[in-house]
T-cell receptor, first 113, second 115 residues
Framework: KAGVTQTPRYLIKTRGQQVTLSCSPI?????VSWYQQTPGQGLQFLFE???????NKGNFPGRFSGRQFSNSRSEMNVSTLELGDSALYLC????????????FGDGTRLSIL | AQTVTQSQPEMSVQEAETVTLSCTYD???????LFWYKQPPSRQMILVIR??????QNATENRFSVNFQKAAKSFSLKISDSQLGDAAMYFC????????????FGKGTSLLVTP
């Protein structure tokens, strides 16, 4: 069974641009969560989607948004990029919310110039 | 909000030896889960071991075991017979229904394994 797939693996953008990251969960998994990892703040929860609905959200500004499609694939979007948005963005999936364990992808490394 | 603290930014262990990584957490909840995740340079977060708070017995997974002290809010990870492949960042994490099952991570401990 394929694992969690995140694309692209690396991304370079400039300030003010917007970016979309993609996450394909493990087949059959319907819950997808996103995390941001930075050296300063560590790992922080962004949001979780289940059945195409956002069911939980972390403490991030409205520039960070996401969505989930009927096949459970999820995208997250960051608008008006800032230097501080440079991070590793990790996606995790599980069968349903709260199911153990969550399986993580390899992440997308986003660099803002 | 729950706080997870890993007080050791870096640890070093010799191959075949045992090392213990520390984790403390702050919560007023009684029902929650605790995890140790490993993140090698490949970046993927790999679940090492998990513990349900209602279980008094400490979890074990092969060479990995935990010392769960609920009253002290402590959750340490012991790695026995350390191997070179154990070198990685190790994150302690907390999760509960009240927080919507979002993982709350500590800052991590970088483990170096020397031959």
């Amino acid at each position: 069974k394929a694992g969690v797939t995140q694309t692209p693996r690396y991304l370079i953008k400039t300030r003010g641009q917007q970016v979309t990251l993609s996450c394909s969960p493990i087949s059959g998994h319907r819950s997808v969560s996103w995390y941001q990892q930075t050296p300063g703040q560590g790992l922080q929860f962004l949001f979780e989607y289940f059945s195409e609905t956002q069911r939980n959200k972390g403490n991030f500004p409205g520039r960070f948004s996401g969505r989930q499609f009927s096949n459970s694939r999820s995208e997250m979007n960051v608008s008006t990029l800032e230097l501080g948005d440079s991070a590793l963005y990790l996606c995790a999936s599980s069968l349903v919310p709260g199911d153990q364990p969550q399986h993580f992808g390899d992440g997308t490394r986003l660099s803002i110039l | 909000a729950q706080t997870v603290t890993q007080s050791q930014p870096e640890m070093s262990v010799q191959e075949a030896e045992t090392v213990t990584l520390s984790c403390t957490y702050d919560t007023s909840e009684s029902d929650y889960y605790l995890f140790w995740y490993k993140q090698p340079p490949s970046r993927q977060m790999i679940l090492v071991i998990r513990q349900e708070a209602y279980k008094q017995q400490n979890a074990t997974e092969n060479r990995f075991s935990v010392n769960f002290q609920k009253a002290a809010k402590s959750f340490s990870l012991k790695i026995s017979d350390s191997q070179l492949g154990d070198a990685a960042m190790y994150f302690c994490a907390y999760r509960s229904a009240n927080s919507g099952y979002a993982l709350n991570f500590g800052k991590g401990t970088s483990l170096l394994v020397t031959p």
